[in-house]
């Protein structure tokens, strides 16, 4: 083995470059804060890995990629466990990802010289996001497809370029299998193959600058002393990145790899939904936990402030990320940077607080809601229990209640008849309003009539 390394060294230099970069020296008592940039990077390696074995069973053409999922879901070897790791490593990504960019800025290690080490790094969370977008797509199923609709109307609300960027999401004038193959290309090949060079010049960046050091109250950083400082630090105080700092990277990563596979076991990939078909109204489209309070904003955000939220929330996101490295110099300890842990803080109570709300989704019709019993009609008469079996199979109970039965997307209509008279009732079903469409041309007078006689039994 010494002799086949040896040679491999003297052909390539790589055996001397990797005893190089595991050797050399990084600050002291640098601490588990600093081990969630390389748990990231396990967590996408083990992306690439399971996302090879599953790409040799999924078939991603339109006909046959919700079957070829089930069939790795229930019969292929080990395909249940290779889903779930590939959810959950998918998860793990996106929360180590989100860590590592906190803590860097609350270190302030984006101070010089290294700027382009935060900008490598907020391209990759944005590559990120991009790929645990796409991956949920290549469902296919109900959910993924409204999925590809919700995006595209999204994407059709820019301005001026709207339009051709719906059929890019798209690919042509509807979902179809030019969709699924464009998604599929983007999750597999593109996007991955930009995370690697990203990867690498990020690592090359760490190399040539190294670990920033804990910051110090009183040691602000300056572009005409810092490199001079650090490197005296090194000398001093520095100790060799392997073992005695990369050993707490390979005992989290290794745990981070055990609880992923360890939920893959118990807990399993997420279910399939139905098939995928357009034509089907009755979805209900929910994206994975990580995009819950995205999903959130977009569905409490009032409807003439949309475009707004579409267009512009998006590019003050990016636009921070990439200026957030013009303040390049001064202190880096949070007791002189007390913004710092407050912006921090309240991005994450706001993402929690939509992340609440979208988990709840209390604006979405219920469509599970089941017929009402007869102790909450509480009438015998033909009429009511006509409008009472109206209310369901119309789907009025998916998004108003009744005695705490139906969704809670509309107003709550237990005690409806003590706020409307039978004709102000009627006018509601008939002309709809807000957030509720009119009826006139779905129902018909009787049914019409029933409905009104039993909504003025809810007094």
């Not at 796409?134 to 296919?140: H, N, V």
């Not at 129902?443 to 007094?459: G, H, I, M, W, Y």
Request: with cysteine; proline share 7%; charged share 15%.
């Amino acid at each position: 083995m010494s002799r086949l390394l040896a040679w491999l060294d003297d052909r390539t230099g790589l055996v001397t470059w990797t005893r190089h970069a595991l050797e050399h020296p990084v600050p002291p008592r640098t601490g588990w804060w600093y081990v969630f940039g390389s748990a990231t990077l396990i967590a996408f390696l083990l992306q690439v890995v399971t996302g090879i074995a599953l790409a040799t069973a999924y078939v991603p053409a339109s006909g046959q990629a919700y079957e070829s999922l089930r069939f790795i879901s229930e019969q292929a070897l080990m395909g249940r466990f290779l889903r779930g790791m590939h959810y959950f490593g998918a998860s793990a990504m996106m929360l180590l990802i989100g860590i590592h960019v906190a803590r860097t800025y609350l270190m302030a290690a984006y101070k010089y010289p290294r700027e382009l080490n935060w900008l490598s790094g907020a391209v990759l969370l944005l590559l990120t996001i991009a790929l645990a977008f796409t991956g949920q797509l290549l469902r296919w199923d109900q959910t993924a497809v409204w999925s590809v609709i919700v995006a595209a109307a999204q994407a059709g609300k820019v301005p001026v370029i709207g339009t051709d960027l719906a059929r890019f999401v798209l690919a042509g004038d509807t979902v179809g299998g030019a969709t699924l193959s464009r998604f599929f290309a983007f999750h597999v090949f593109f996007i991955p193959a930009l995370v690697f060079l990203l990867i690498g010049l990020h690592l090359l960046l760490v190399l040539r600058h190294g670990i920033s050091e804990r910051p110090r109250l009183g040691q602000p950083v300056e572009e005409a002393t810092y490199r001079a400082r650090y490197d005296a630090m090194l000398r001093s105080e520095g100790v060799p990145f392997w073992p005695d700092a990369a050993w707490r990277d390979a005992v989290f990563g290794a745990a981070v790899v055990a609880v992923i596979a360890i939920l893959a076991v118990i807990v399993g990939p997420p279910e399939l939904g139905r098939p995928p078909d357009p034509s089907i109204l009755q979805a209900y489209p929910r994206p994975d936990w990580y995009f819950l309070w995205y999903f959130a904003v977009l569905a409490l955000t009032p409807t003439s402030l949309e475009t707004f939220i579409i267009v512009v929330a998006p590019l003050v996101f990016g636009a921070i990320l990439l200026l957030v490295p013009l303040s390049n110099t001064g202190e880096r300890s949070v007791r002189r940077r007390p913004w710092a842990p407050l912006l921090v803080i309240a991005i994450v109570t706001v993402i929690v607080s939509f992340w609440i709300a979208g988990a709840q989704a209390k604006w979405s019709p219920d469509f599970a809601a089941t017929p009402l019993p007869a102790e909450v009609v509480h009438d015998t008469s033909a009429a009511v229990v006509e409008g009472a079996r109206l209310f369901h199979s119309k789907g009025c109970e998916f998004c108003h209640q009744i005695a705490g039965h139906g969704g809670e997307r509309g107003p709550d209509l237990s005690n409806v008849a003590s706020r409307l008279t039978s004709q102000g009732i009627a006018l509601q079903i008939t002309n709809g309003g807000p957030n509720m469409p009119a009826y006139a041309r779905s129902l018909t007078p009787d049914e019409v009539q029933a409905l009104v006689a039993f909504l003025s039994t809810r007094k």
